[in-house]
């Protein structure tokens, strides 16, 4: 599986790390994915996504 929310599709990120000395290194910041399953199907989703999913009905159509 793609380090890849199946959701929104969010992946990693370039960024740098900074040295006491200001030096930058250049790491990836990954989302924090997680395995859960809708049914018989195991998904990596971001915790976002998957915060949204267990909202209320009422809320999501708030937004919309």
Sequence with gaps: M????SFCGRGANNA???????IATKRLQKPNLQKFKIGHLTVLSCTRCKRTMNKPER????EA
């Excluded at 740098?16 to 200001?22: A, E, G, I, P, V």
């Excluded at 809320?59 to 708030?62: A, I």
Aim: with cysteine; hydrophobic share 20%; proline share 0%.
């Design 16 to 22: 740098n790390s900074r040295s006491k000395s200001n």
């Design 59 to 62: 809320v999501m159509q708030k």
């Design 2 to 5: 793609a380090r890849r929310c």
